[in-house]
């Protein structure tokens, strides 16, 4: 992620501080023209690594507004078995961040989720345009 357009948290895995990531991302989330519905799967994506980390000790989250996307990273997690391990419910992370977000990547000990935003979705111009 570009440093220039890097928004960096480090929060404690508590529960109640998830609100404070949700309230950034969705700032961003703003700035990038996202839908409603993308920011609620960008948010139920970060909330669900955010319960694979568990609830102790603290994670850092980077989001970023890139041109056609929002990334966010969160790390460094203890992810014993990676994305792919069922958690509680019986669900695979990897499936469930797949449903919500463009992309997933386990980068070490961090997990990297993006969406596309508007301008992400919008078709390119077979020829360009100009004067």
Do not use: H, Y
Request: aromatic fraction near 2%; avoid cysteine; proline fraction near 5%.
């Amino acid at each position: 992620m570009n440093d220039g357009e890097l928004v960096r948290l480090t929060l404690p895995l508590d529960r109640r501080f998830r609100s404070v990531a949700n309230l950034v991302l969705g700032g961003i989330a703003l700035r990038g023209n996202l839908s409603l519905e993308a920011l609620e799967d960008l948010q139920l994506a970060l909330g669900a690594v955010l319960d694979r980390a568990g609830s102790e000790g603290r994670a850092t989250v980077e989001l970023a507004l890139g041109e056609r996307s929002v990334g966010v990273r969160v790390g460094p997690l203890a992810l014993a078995g990676g994305l792919g391990r069922a958690g509680r419910g019986g669900f695979d992370l990897q499936r469930v961040l797949a449903a919500l977000v463009d992309e997933v990547e386990l980068e070490g000990d961090w997990v990297r989720l993006s969406k596309a935003t508007a301008a992400g979705l919008l078709p390119r111009p077979a020829v360009p345009s100009g004067p």
